[in-house]
């Protein structure tokens, strides 16, 4: 019922038959700095990005302790975590460059920020993929929700889809995650990117997408993901490698235009699944890539009753020439004038052309009269 669903994120479609939506993952990479998140956000823009996320946090209701012997984790959030009125100064900097500045809301509180902000979507972080709370909480939102999947099961994925889908969320694009890893024979092992194909055939009937995460420090993978047609690809991004955050995973933000670019030629590369002709010019002349045309191989006097070694078929395939299939047609036909050798063929130059054998194609030069029959041009 709900194969080849498209949905509406802001001003963008995304699903099947529309262009993948490329995600910025900033994550915490800016620091805490307002002006570093801009930067990013600026960044993902002139790449051609359609989006960044950034994650949104009250870290009481985040954390309850500090794993022992570890940084003192409730001070670095409180410093890199962004009060209301700064995420509505971040979000419209992005609608003002047709971006989309939206949240993954880590806590309950969070949750509430992103109803108060009215964001175009939400992103679920892998460790809440099984928090039914959270998840009921985010159902009741109305916006698209992505999510991620890190180390859960299709069980869990399945109860994480039914979940939201139980507590009224319409949109929901499911995003398969390649482990955080190096650039390694593990990373490329566990990318396991067949998980969308899954995901495609458990959860499309229930009009749920499925995307893709990209974590691994390949600089080629995401090019298979893009290869995926996935809905969503989501990549994180960073200034420098002065942060400590998902800094070996990321892409440097100037880097991000190339990878961006690269991803869109791989979309354009996959077509339309139809064979398209190919035309280049010589010499001011179109002509058909790897074509050939039916032409005289010998001298034809008027009046000759065609035999196959009358024609053969030869480059350069030029337009308005007949078709190597119609050898066929022409074989039995008497020719109406003198055919001197390499004279390009065209239906006019015959009579009498026999009725086909079976029906032919739509090609250059032909013409059907009322009865079916060819005539020339």
């Not at 509505?88 to 880590?106: A, C, F, H, M, Q």
């Not at 902000?117 to 939102?141: C, F, G, P, R, Y």
């Amino acid at each position: 019922m709900f194969r080849n669903r498209v949905i509406k994120i802001g001003n963008r479609l995304v699903g099947d038959g529309q262009r993948i939506f490329l995600t910025g993952e900033i994550g915490v990479a800016h620091g805490g700095s307002m002006e570093n998140a801009k930067i990013l956000i600026k960044a993902a823009a002139d790449a051609g990005c359609d989006g960044v996320d950034i994650l949104m946090t009250v870290v009481e209701a985040f954390y309850y302790r500090n794993p022992k012997g570890t940084r003192d984790l409730f001070a670095e959030w409180h410093h890199q975590s962004f009060t209301l009125p700064q995420w509505r100064e971040l979000i419209d900097y992005g609608k003002s460059l047709d971006l989309i500045v939206y949240p993954t809301p880590l806590d309950p509180h969070a949750m509430e920020w992103c109803r108060e902000l009215k964001v175009e979507m939400i992103n679920i972080n892998s460790d809440d993929h099984s928090n039914i709370q959270l998840l009921q909480q985010a159902a009741t939102l109305g916006c698209p929700i992505t999510m991620h999947d890190i180390d859960q099961s299709l069980t869990e994925a399945e109860g994480a889809v039914r979940t939201l889908l139980d507590g009224g969320a319409k949109d929901v694009i499911i995003l398969h995650s390649t482990k955080e890893t190096g650039d390694d024979e593990e990373g490329y092992a566990t990318a396991n990117l067949n998980v969308m194909k899954t995901y495609r055939q458990a959860f499309g009937d229930l009009g749920v997408l499925a995307g893709c995460v990209e974590h691994t420090t390949s600089d080629y993978l995401i090019y298979a993901v893009a290869a995926l047609q996935p809905a969503l690809i989501s990549k994180h991004i960073k200034l420098d490698d002065t942060l400590p955050h998902d800094r070996t995973i990321a892409v440097k933000y100037d880097d991000l235009k190339t990878m961006v670019l690269r991803v869109r030629r791989v979309e354009k590369a996959l077509g339309n699944g139809q064979n398209q002709r190919i035309v280049h010019e010589e010499n001011g002349v179109q002509v058909r890539s790897r074509n050939k045309v039916l032409v005289a191989a010998r001298d034809i006097p008027a009046g000759k009753i065609i035999e196959s070694a009358d024609l053969i078929a030869k480059r350069p395939g030029d337009f308005g020439g007949l078709h190597p299939w119609m050898v066929r047609q022409l074989i039995g036909a008497t020719a109406a004038r003198d055919l001197p050798r390499n004279t390009l063929l065209h239906l006019k130059d015959f009579t009498e052309i026999p009725d086909p054998t079976y029906k032919f194609p739509e090609l250059d030069g032909v013409v059907l009269n009322d009865q079916g029959k060819v005539v020339a041009v």
